[in-house]
Each structure stands twice: as C-alpha cells, then as structure tokens.
C-alpha cells in the first residue's frame, strides 16, 4: 500500500487549478467530471447493495471502505458517469489517509471550482451525503482503533 505523498490541501488544490483549465465553461466542466468517473474502477457486483448506499443522493452511490494499516481506503460506483465523477474527486481527495486527517478535512474544492452553479442544488445535496459517509466510516474506524 502506497501512503499519500500530498497531504489533503495540496490535493485539493490541484483539482482546483485542474478545474481553472476549464474556465468556468459549465459543458466542459461536467464533461470533464463524466470522464472523472469513467476513470474510477468498477466496484464489484457483490459490493452494490443497498447497505453500502449512500443515502441523499439523487442517483445510486455505493460506497465502501477497507482498513490497512491505519489508513482508509475507499472504493465507490455509482449508476451514472457524473455522480462517479463526483465520487471520485472525493476518493482522490481523501482515500488512504488516516481517520483522524478525514475527519479533520476542511474540504473547500468543492465551492472554490463553483461546482454548485454547475451541477445544482440536489447534486450538491448529494455530495453533501458523500462527505458525510465518507466522514462517518472515519468516525467509525477512529472509535474502532
């Protein structure tokens, strides 16, 4: 298992200047974050239940999570190409860090490429949802360990 080499700011600000290349432009940004999602692995048949689903979310998202060595790791799928885009800035953002920098995470991003203009206000409800399990699995393993 490779740690992360940036911490949580330093990727956040990537996806930032990342998104700047688009310049605003609302069709190629949800491009972009389809073909964010297309990238994302595949999570197994087995693994898209209902119990792994996150709740809020206006399109199906499953997520799950394993523990190695201190660190989590997130796997997650969706039924359409921008919500898993969407997951998967969120992957790149926070998987294999410890429990306690996840729940520490100011994740700022999000507002900072002006996603809400771009993909509307129960999207973003949604990717609220996203962050919060997200967080909960990391309240989870942190009161675990």
């Known amino acids: 298992m490779t740690v992360?080499?940036?911490?949580?700011?330093?990727?956040q600000n990537e996806i930032i200047d990342d998104f700047d290349?688009?310049?605003?432009d609302r069709e190629s940004t949800i491009f972009y974050i389809m073909e964010l999602g297309q990238e994302l692995p595949k999570l197994d048949e087995q693994y898209m239940i209902d119990e792994n689903l996150i709740k809020g979310c206006q399109s199906k998202v499953w997520l799950t999570t394993d523990f190695q060595e201190g660190r989590i790791i997130y796997s997650a799928d969706s039924n359409t190409d921008i919500t898993k885009g969407l997951i998967s800035l969120l992957i790149?953002?926070?998987?294999?860090?410890?429990?306690?920098e996840i729940i520490n995470a100011d994740l700022f991003?999000?507002?900072?490429?002006g996603?809400?203009?771009v993909i509307g206000s129960q999207r973003s409800n949604g990717?609220?949802?996203m962050i919060k399990q997200m967080k909960f699995y990391a309240l989870a393993y942190s009161a675990k360990s």
Do not use: C, W, Y
């Open 115 to 117: 996603m809400n203009g």
């Open 127 to 129: 990717f609220a949802s």
């Open 21 to 24: 290349l688009l310049d605003g």
């Open 109 to 113: 991003f999000f507002e900072k490429i």
């Open 4 to 11: 992360a080499t940036k911490n949580i700011e330093e990727v």
């Open 92 to 100: 790149r953002v926070l998987n294999n860090r410890t429990p306690q």
